[in-house]
């Protein structure tokens, strides 16, 4: 999905407001938000857009009607969802009631993680209702769906992503001071908690979590958009990988069946969950990730421990303080135990934890400064973290990883997210010089390559400080336009620096 130009290119900040315009979705505009870059329409041209079983249908049929221009309203076939997911005949969009913002460029819709950052971005431009719709779309999703989606894609009912849904409640109220919104909200609050903390997300050995999708078979939208220039899909490179490399990660034979050339179910289930994970693909947990379902992934469970601290928080504001403590109680557990199963004295870094052979993954991730985003490290970790940068820092900012898999999560490329986490983690424990000398990289890679092409991108070669995506092998190979977290964390790192800047006046 091309984003539109303008004649001159504006100062970058000019740039950013305007897109937060240019990337929302409404029902007024659903005809543009049904557009699906991943998928083709229906042979009458028309776009599938699924309403939730339990909704009043013709409701909000004749809500859709006064709301849109009768020929945006003919280019969409409005239907009710399934009760079960085999019954899907075609793809299609889940319905939201409220605006939301689109990361741009193939990601035509709203998704999990990504919505936390482009929040970060609309509050701080004074965007507050657009920020609290974002959250109310997250808690319709919860209410409708058990969980936050990936994205509100039929393609994606089977999954969440990492979950932020407390940093966007306190984020808004912070703004609006609605308690009753706040206490609304709960409810919905406590069952996406569930839905992390039981099984199958659950390990019981560890009480710990991980991602695991709820879907078999290969992703929908990754057979339909992720091929390359001789029409390979993910899946086609993926066994060619495996008939001419050896992998010693694994067991290849759990994911992959050499004798027949098929990938196994495992290794779909696999592929799904790291999807979930939102980091997608690396080779953090082997080739492709597919290991990931026998992982509890550091940065999955130190979200966790802020869901449950940020949840202790909304309730002491709704004067519920017993509530609060056994949350809080729940937090100081899954940080002693990520501290005593994730954290690698040797390396000083924090790591993946593989629960079916008790060992942790030596692979340093960027997710290392989680723990230290999120409050859990000690003095004495967030220090040895901090020395272990110069692992990590490249001319643009912060490789994800340290090791160049041809995956688009890895080296060399740097993603506007974990660099906002890594630097916020950094000043947390007061490592500002090294926060800032981060900052200072990232944002002037972006405002370089934006001052190049006039638009902002999801992802960066942070070695040869670019926006040249075309080492990529696994997964697709394009560089998209927009980008809503991007723009987000541009602004966010830009505001710190100027604090720190003033500070030290």
């Known amino acids: 999905m091309a984003l539109p130009l303008l004649a001159e290119t504006p100062p970058i900040e000019d740039y950013i407001r305007r897109m937060w315009g240019v990337l929302t979705r409404a029902n007024r505009n659903l005809a543009n938000a049904a557009v699906d870059p991943k998928y ?11 309403v939730p079983a339990r909704e009043d249908l013709q409701r909000i049929v004749r809500d859709l ?15 009710r969802l399934p009760e079960h997911a085999e019954e899907l005949k075609e793809q299609g969009l889940l319905y939201l009631p409220r605006p939301y913002v689109v990361p741009g460029g193939r990601f035509n819709e709203m998704y999990g993680w990504d919505s936390y950052f482009i929040q970060v971005g609309l509050l701080r431009d004074h965007e507050i209702d657009l920020a609290r719709d974002m959250a109310d779309n997250f808690l319709y999703e919860i209410r409708n769906y058990g969980k936050i989606l990936n994205a509100n894609r039929t393609y994606y009912l089977t999954r969440s992503q990492p979950p932020f849904l407390t940093q966007m409640l306190l984020g808004v109220y912070k703004v609006t001071k609605d308690k009753g919104w706040l206490q609304s909200a709960m409810p919905a609050l406590e069952s996406y908690y569930r839905f ?18 709820l879907g078999e078979g290969p992703a929908p939208e990754s057979v339909s958009a992720e091929k390359d220039a001789q029409g390979l899909t993910h899946y086609d490179r993926v066994k060619e990988y495996y008939r001419t490399q050896k992998v010693p990660d694994y067991e290849v034979g759990e994911f992959y069946d050499q004798k027949r050339d098929v990938l ?7 592929d799904r969950s790291m999807r979930e994970s939102g980091f997608d693909p690396s080779n953090r947990f082997g080739p492709f990730s597919v290991d990931i379902i026998h992982y509890n ?18 309730l002491d504001i709704l004067s519920k303080t017993s509530e ?52 859990i490290a000690s003095k004495e970790q967030a220090a040895a973290v901090a020395r272990s940068v110069a692992k990590f820092e490249r001319p643009g900012g912060l490789a994800t990883s340290t090791y160049e898999s041809g995956n688009q999560w890895d080296l060399p490329f740097g993603w506007a997210p974990l660099e906002m986490i890594a630097v916020e983690g950094l000043r947390r424990y007061g490592f500002t010089a090294d926060a800032d000398r981060i900052a200072r990289a990232f944002t002037s890679l972006v405002r370089q390559e934006y001052e190049k092409a006039g638009f902002i991108v999801e992802k960066y070669d ?36 100027a604090a720190t800047a003033h500070e030290g006046r």
């Open 40 to 50: 083709q329409p229906l042979p009458d041209g028309r776009w599938p857009v699924y």
């Open 65 to 79: 009607q006064r709301e849109m221009a009768p020929g945006d309203f003919r280019k969409i076939d409005v239907r």
């Open 196 to 213: 992390w903390t039981t099984e199958p997300h659950l390990t019981a050995e560890t009480g710990l979590s991980r991602y695991y999708d």
């Open 264 to 270: 196994t179910t495992l290794f779909y289930k696999g």
């Open 297 to 314: 992934p550091v940065c999955l469970n130190s979200l966790l421990y802020l869901m449950e601290n940020q949840t202790a928080e909304i």
């Open 324 to 375: 609060a403590d056994s949350w809080r109680k729940r937090a100081a557990e899954r940080a002693e135990r990520i501290n005593r199963l994730m954290w690698d004295k040797r390396d000083g870094l924090y790591y993946d934890y593989n629960f079916a052979h008790k060992t942790v993954r030596r692979y340093p991730f960027l997710t290392t400064f989680y723990p230290l985003w999120a409050g």
């Open 462 to 497: 942070v070695v040869r400080r670019s926006v040249d995506s075309g080492s990529i092998r696994f997964g697709y190979q394009s560089n998209q336009q927009g980008f809503g977290w991007t723009n987000a964390v541009y602004t966010r790192l830009v505001d710190e620096l």
